[in-house]
């Protein structure tokens, strides 16, 4: 589950709620393939207007396990399919065309009073990713790993507006990879980015994540590429937001027997006279991993 409160200087924050189920089987039929799941719900709400989108997702992957020699090389392509609702209150927002010279007129103008206030739109996502992890001989564990990925939201580019106009989400493009490696026996770090395109906007989140062992130490990986790990751990990190330098992300995660809290905070490096006013996004998230021979899965909510 997460949580997420955005530019609390405004009236109206911009407040997000997510909460999502993943999970990954090897069924005997498909050797050493593996199929992925998932799904998750999500509500934001943003301004005066109560500016809400409501909706869900259900994912679907495949990947293929290539193999070489003891390392573990694999292939995956996904699929997501999902759909939400937007709708605003008018009577909350004032407009222009209401003052009459004296006062605001509470009745809506006459272009908004026989408006829908409501619209729904489907979704549709696809994405692929390549993984490799070296063996280690000698500590029969993963000596590190990477992967590199790809993917396109909105491939339908559904109409969302609430109006009678139409106005289309672009597609988003996202490009990301990660690599993550062990110091001394005891701390993992993992690099990683991400590009975000969605015309006309770029944007660049890059950073790096350590994970400290405190007890019951293995950081050995199952075939699906997760730690089997379910002891007790630290988290930490720092990652970077650019167009321009827009933020700095602090973020802590504690982690025992499976169960996971994160802390994170977006702090802006938009000037003090910008709506932010350095101000940026508190974030909190809870998880539970877990693990088995043949299946692997999450549930989380993100408040």
Do not use: C
């Not at 998932?38 to 994912?59: C, E, F, H, M, P």
């Not at 564990?141 to 990477?146: A, G, L």
Request: aromatic share 18%.
């Amino acid at each position: 589950m997460i949580y997420k409160d955005q530019w609390n200087k405004f009236n109206s924050p911009f407040k997000t709620t997510t909460a999502y189920f993943e999970g990954i089987s090897r069924p005997s039929f498909l050797m050493n393939d593996f199929i992925g799941y998932g799904a998750y719900v999500y509500q934001d709400v943003a301004g005066d207007g109560s500016l809400k989108t409501a909706g869900g997702q259900v994912n679907f992957s495949f990947k293929h396990f290539l193999g070489y020699k003891r390392d573990t090389v694999y292939v995956g392509l996904g699929v997501g399919i999902g759909g939400a609702q937007r709708s605003v209150d008018f009577t909350k927002l004032t407009f222009a065309s209401q003052w009459n010279g004296v006062n605001i007129d509470p009745n809506l103008p006459p272009e908004l009073a026989n408006q829908n206030n409501k619209t729904g739109f489907l979704n549709l996502d696809f994405g692929m990713v390549f993984y490799y992890s070296k063996y280690d001989v000698a500590s029969k564990q993963s000596k590190y790993n990477f992967q590199l990925g790809a993917g396109i939201s909105h491939i339908n580019k559904p109409d969302i507006s609430l109006l009678s106009n139409d106005e289309r989400l672009n597609y988003k493009i996202n490009i990301h990879g990660r690599f993550s490696g062990k110091i001394g026996g005891k701390l993992n770090f993992t690099p990683g980015f991400l590009f975000s395109n969605q015309q006309p906007y770029n944007e660049i989140l890059f950073g790096v994540d350590f994970r400290q062992f405190l007890q019951n130490i293995n950081l050995s990986q199952n075939r699906f590429g997760r730690n089997q790990n379910s002891g007790l751990s630290l988290s930490y990190g720092i990652w970077f937001r650019f167009s321009e330098l827009r933020d700095i992300i602090p973020k802590v995660i504690f982690s025992m027997s499976g169960f996971n809290l994160g802390l994170s905070y977006d702090i802006s490096l938009l000037n003090k006279y910008s709506g932010s006013a350095y101000r940026g996004g508190f974030e909190i998230s809870l998880s539970k991993n877990f693990n088995g021979n043949k299946r692997w899965y999450r549930w989380g909510s993100d408040y």
